[in-house]
């Protein structure tokens, strides 16, 4: 039985958003046993610039379903919690753009362009938390700046562990690439 890229793409998204929430609840999970660590670490955008990397805009789903467990977890109302963690990280998808500019390839061998896109998440996600904020009636300049400090330990983390997974095999590739080519080689072997 084979898949086709529909049923593939779920697969691998499905697998990806599990990796996500885990490192979602699990970030927050430490975070709120340690209040003075003085920082925050998540692999949630990690995992979610792989997706994307992977799948296009579709990997922006990674991000917003693995904040689904914040609407319970995160410190705020309920509906304030579905904006801040699950809608507004939805401009992440920001990064298509990126890759439809650049060469993806070159992302991965150029430092300078992987560590631009690392901040370039990271930025984004500030702004969609501004914009969140923005719609509560708070101050979005604060919010996107305290965002994005509070965040810049993963930032650095998700660049250094970016730096070390851009060479390994089947990991950072286009998949539906990947897949039409695995596809025609099948049938030609067949």
């Known amino acids: ?58 990997g922006t789903l990674v991000l917003m379903i693995s904040g689904i467990p914040m609407i319970i977890m995160g410190v705020n109302l309920i509906g304030i919690n579905l904006v801040l963690h699950v809608i507004a990280p939805g401009l992440i998808v920001g990064l298509t753009l990126i890759f439809r ?38 101050n979005p300049i604060t919010a996107g700046v305290m965002y994005f400090l509070s965040n810049s330990f993963s930032m650095l983390m998700t660049y250094v562990v970016l730096l070390l997974v851009r060479k390994r095999p089947g990991l950072m590739i286009d998949m539906k690439t990947y897949f039409e080519r695995e596809q025609n080689n099948h049938e030609y072997s067949s």
Request: charged share 10%; no cysteine; hydrophobic share 55%.
């Open 101 to 138: 500019k650049w060469k993806a390839q070159d992302i991965l061998f150029d430092t300078l362009q992987l560590l631009l896109l690392t901040v370039a998440a990271y930025v984004l996600l500030a702004i969609g938390q501004g914009i969140g904020v923005l719609l509560l009636g708070e």
């Open 1 to 58: 039985m084979t898949m086709d890229l529909k049923q593939y793409r779920l697969m691998d998204l499905s697998v990806l958003t599990f990796l996500a929430v885990v490192a979602q609840v699990l970030g927050t999970y430490l975070h709120n046993i340690l209040p003075g660590a003085g920082f925050y670490l998540n692999f949630g955008v990690l995992i979610t610039i792989i997706a994307i990397y992977r799948w296009g805009a579709y």
